[in-house]
């Protein structure tokens, strides 16, 4: 096992910079993910990473050693691709242990390797067969022992469940999970899905433009975003975003929804003393921070509303639905079956203690 330590890295395809100014340390052991948008950089930053491309700038470090010319496979890191890339006219077994074999690995040792990973990942079963005869989530657990069997330092993932059902999916998901619990080793995971991110990691960096909008921890990012962007980017269903005034009235601050007529009262110490009365912000709200209004005495931080619902949406185990807050559409998270059709007024809480609130020009969390 092995850390990982980036440091001013960049990475450029001709006049195209895929990778700008990255600094970044992975702890030994740690599962990080790196999520964005298509386009962001973070495959190019994995590949760089492997030395499937050369970095351009900056230095990458695997275990406390400078690995920017030390050629791929001797950087003892594996990489499992979004298309498998398994063998075709091998078998399963072949398959896993074809990196072996290139090593000169005694046959008896190769055999007790692919056995025990093929084991863990519950395709013992499948050793004779080919990649032809395999499912999706079958192959994918092929090309993962294959590098499980290497025993290398760093896993690498690249968007490795994308081509997998839903269903499947899911099931890989907690596959891998369960993987690192069990080898405790240094993976680095790449991914353009939230729910994958939020999942899996012990720690997200989430990029965009080639840089690194935010990193921690996933309760870190969905609880406290540090932008529109990765408050947007995180949360299915998204977050709302109303736009609006700080408002300062004998003591209390506020903030005026546009279309509103009454101010929503923050909790003391949500904006910095330094935004001044009229300042314009956005107000962000999850859908699970409004819920159907409780009887009795409203808590420190909720507002209760009235609102008229303009659509909704079930899913099951919860309803979401749609309303105004103002001039702008919000959604509100409630019970399954809570509402039946658009067209109903009910009474709602807003919880403005979970509440994000940005600068509108910059986006950025005040």
């Known amino acids: 096992m092995a850390d990982v330590k980036i440091s001013g890295l960049h990475k450029r395809f001709g006049p195209f910079h895929a990778v700008q100014g990255i ?3 992975i702890a030994d052991g740690e599962f990080t993910v790196l999520v964005g948008p298509s386009g962001c950089g ?3 930053l994995l590949r760089t990473i492997a030395g499937l491309e050369q970095a351009s700038e900056g230095t990458i470090m695997i275990g406390g050693e400078v690995v920017n010319d030390v050629r791929p496979r001797d950087r003892d890191v594996a990489m499992v691709f979004q298309d498998y890339a398994l063998y075709p006219h091998l078998t399963v077994e072949r398959n896993i242990g074809f990196g072996l074999r290139a090593r000169k690995m005694p046959a008896d040792e190769i055999g ?3 056995r025990r990973v093929a084991g863990m990942l519950g395709i013992t079963p499948l050793l004779g067969r080919y990649p032809r005869q395999l499912s999706g989530g079958q192959r994918q ?4 022992g294959r590098a499980i069997v290497r025993e290398p330092q760093i896993f690498l993932f690249d968007e490795p469940l994308s081509n997998l059902d839903a269903q499947l999916r899911d099931e890989m998901r907690g596959e891998i999970k369960r993987l690192h619990q069990d080898i405790a080793t240094t993976m680095i995971y790449v991914t353009h899905d939230q729910i994958e991110a939020m999942t899996l990691a012990d720690r997200i960096v989430l990029m965009r433009d080639g840089r ?3 990193m921690g921890t996933p309760a870190e990012l969905f609880e406290r975003p540090a932008s529109r962007f990765v408050a947007g980017f995180l949360g299915s269903p998204r977050m709302s975003f109303l736009p609006g005034s700080v408002v300062r009235r004998d003591g209390g601050i506020g903030i005026l929804v546009d279309g509103s007529d009454m101010p929503l009262p ?3 110490g949500r904006i910095p003393e330094s935004v001044p009365a009229g300042a314009r912000v956005l107000l962000g709200l999850r859908p699970e921070h409004v819920g159907r209004a409780r009887d009795g005495a409203l808590q420190s931080g909720f507002v209760r509303i009235d609102a008229t619902i303009e659509l909704v ?3 099951g185990s919860r309803t979401f639905a749609t309303f105004r807050l103002g001039e702008a559409p919000a959604l509100a998270e409630l019970q399954a079956h809570d509402v039946s059709r658009a067209g109903e007024v009910i009474a709602l809480e807003i919880n403005l203690n979970r509440a994000s609130i940005f600068d509108e020009d ?3 969390a005040l």
């Open 42 to 44: 973070k495959s190019t």
């Open 141 to 144: 657990r092929v090309a993962i």
């Open 112 to 114: 007790r390797r692919v």
């Open 266 to 268: 923050l909790p003391a």
């Open 23 to 25: 600094d970044l340390e």
């Open 313 to 315: 949406q079930p899913t």
């Open 362 to 364: 910059t986006e950025r």
């Open 212 to 214: 690194i909008e935010q």
